[in-house]
T-cell receptor
Framework: GAGVSQSPSNKVTEKGKDVELRCDPI?????LYWYRQSLGQGLEFLIY????????KSGLPSDRFSAERTGGSVSTLTIQRTQQEDSAVYLC??????????????FGPGTRLTVT | AQKVTQAQTEISVVEKEDVTLDCVYE???????LFWYKQPPSGELVFLIR??????QNEISGRYSWNFQKSTSSFNFTITASQVVDSAVFFC??????????FGTGTRLTIIP
């Protein structure tokens, strides 16, 4: 079946502009995660959605970052007033199952964001 | 707080050699999950294995095997008879019941033909 998809695959933006990154999880997966991968920080958690529960936003690095998940499926990560340190690969993952059991997460191909 | 340490930054071995990637973790929870992911040059993270803290049985999948030892907080990964296609960055990760993955810094494995 189809895996996690993300768009765009690459995004180049000027410092100060807003960007939106999209994630389509695997159909039927109830949980969705955003991570980012950068040379300096490695792989780090950003935000987690589980069903209709309030999202876990504890990994968002600043209030310029926000995310939403509509209809329990597609998610959008928004970065406002982008800074050069936001340059990274943004990864989306989804998994099956309810909260409380850490089933494996399946990752999308990522969006490479470059802030100039 | 949870932490994963992969002390080996880079490893190079000649094809057909066996190689072991080390992973040491820290957690205060008694219930947790451990994972290994592979990131080939294409960039996409590929799931390899998941273990829960109550199952210390070692696992073998083809040329891949995993050794989970709670006494040393380690979850090591061995590739037997390595092949060039095994070249990738391998990440060990830990999840407590908060379900976020905490990743190690990764080990870049290069198999020399």
């Amino acid at each position: 079946g189809a895996g996690v998809s993300q768009s765009p695959s690459n995004k180049v933006t000027e410092k100060g502009k807003d960007v939106e990154l999209r994630c389509d999880p695997i159909s039927g997966h109830t949980a969705l995660y955003w991570y980012r991968q950068s040379l300096g920080q490695g792989l780090e958690f950003l935000i987690y959605f589980q069903g209709n529960s309030a999202p876990d936003k504890s990994g968002l690095p600043s209030d310029r970052f926000s995310a939403e998940r509509t209809g329990g499926s597609v998610s959008t990560l928004t970065i406002q007033r982008t800074q050069q340190e936001d340059s990274a690969v943004y990864l989306c993952a989804s998994r099956q199952g309810l909260a409380g059991v850490s089933y494996e997460q399946y990752f999308g191909p990522g969006t490479r964001l470059t802030v100039t | 707080a949870q932490k994963v340490t992969q002390a080996q930054t880079e490893i190079s071995v000649v094809e057909k050699e066996d190689v072991t990637l080390d992973c040491v973790y820290e957690t205060r929870d008694t219930t947790y999950y451990l994972f290994w992911y592979k990131q080939p040059p294409s960039g996409e993270l590929v799931f390899l294995i998941r273990r829960n803290s109550f199952d210390e049985q070692n696992e073998i999948s083809g040329r891949y095997s995993w050794n989970f030892q709670k006494s040393t907080s380690s979850f090591n990964f061995t590739i037997t008879a390595s092949q060039v296609v095994d070249s990738a960055v391998f990440f060990c990760a830990l999840s407590e019941l908060n379900e976020k993955l905490t990743f190690g810094t990764g080990t870049r494995l290069t198999i020399i033909p």
